[in-house]
């Protein structure tokens, strides 16, 4: 487990094929050479030299982002049994239907625009030299049950500060699912150096509010009259937690 690192390249080629990669979330390989102007040989130095920093894969001939952001865990309830696991590519309908779900049934406005450009971009993972964008999803049957989401800044002002979104759909809760998603968050951030996470919360929603109180997030401020929902002025609620 590592945060990702700001990626540097020894050419303009293998800078080229990475933020082709990374801007698509995944490629196949001979669009990603035609995309280039290499030589076959060229293209498979750079290709190469690339993976051997550990910044792209490939497997059977598609090509994505290497980004180690940790292992699959295995709970089990009463209920059911969910893993928890790094967020792929091959995710992103689940997501954006999960998230769409969520925020559907309350007010949450910050995961709202994580959707949002989770479409414009569409790429679950974004791993560049101002943003990554890390995603680890609770899985029922291979279904996306759950997220947490952080987004890093790769400004050297902000690096030390993520922001996060966190959320279950209805038929999942009251089983741990959410729990299990926000400690997987907050550890993953504490364990490669950040000193705070943060959300934003409307002050309507109560679920929300008491759902990070109980796990030790403290209201850090209150912008008035933040949000405009179902025509009435509503204040947002900065929650954080602190290493």
Excluded: C
Aim: net charge negative; aromatic share 10%.
């Amino acid at each position: 487990m590592r945060a990702p690192e700001r990626p540097t390249f020894e050419s303009e080629a293998s800078k080229t094929i990475y933020q082709y990669v990374e801007r698509h979330g995944t490629a196949a390989r001979h669009r990603i050479r035609e995309m280039t102007s290499l030589s076959p040989e060229e293209f498979r130095s750079e290709l190469e030299g690339l993976e051997s920093k550990g910044y792209l894969e490939e497997s059977g001939g598609t090509v994505r982002l290497a980004l180690d952001v940790g292992s699959v865990e295995e709970y089990e309830t009463d209920a059911e049994t969910y893993l928890i696991r790094p967020g792929r590519n091959r995710d992103f309908d689940g997501l954006v239907e999960t998230i769409r779900e969520v925020t559907s049934k309350e007010s949450y406005v910050v995961a709202e625009s994580v959707a949002e450009q989770l479409l414009y971009e569409d790429a679950v993972t974004r791993h560049n030299t101002v943003e990554s964008r890390v995603f680890f999803v609770a899985t029922i049957d291979d279904e996306v049950a759950g997220w947490v989401h952080l987004d890093l800044p790769q400004v050297e002002k902000l690096r030390e500060t993520a922001q996060l979104t966190v959320g279950v759909r209805p038929d999942h809760r009251r089983r741990g699912v959410g729990d299990a998603l926000l400690t997987r968050g907050v550890d993953w951030a504490e364990a490669n150096g950040y000193r705070k996470v943060y959300n934003s919360v409307p002050a309507t929603n109560d679920e929300a509010l008491a759902f990070l109180e109980g796990h030790g997030w403290n209201t850090e401020g209150i912008r008035r009259n933040h949000y405009t929902i179902d025509g009435e002025f509503i204040d947002e609620v900065l929650m954080a937690y602190t290493f």
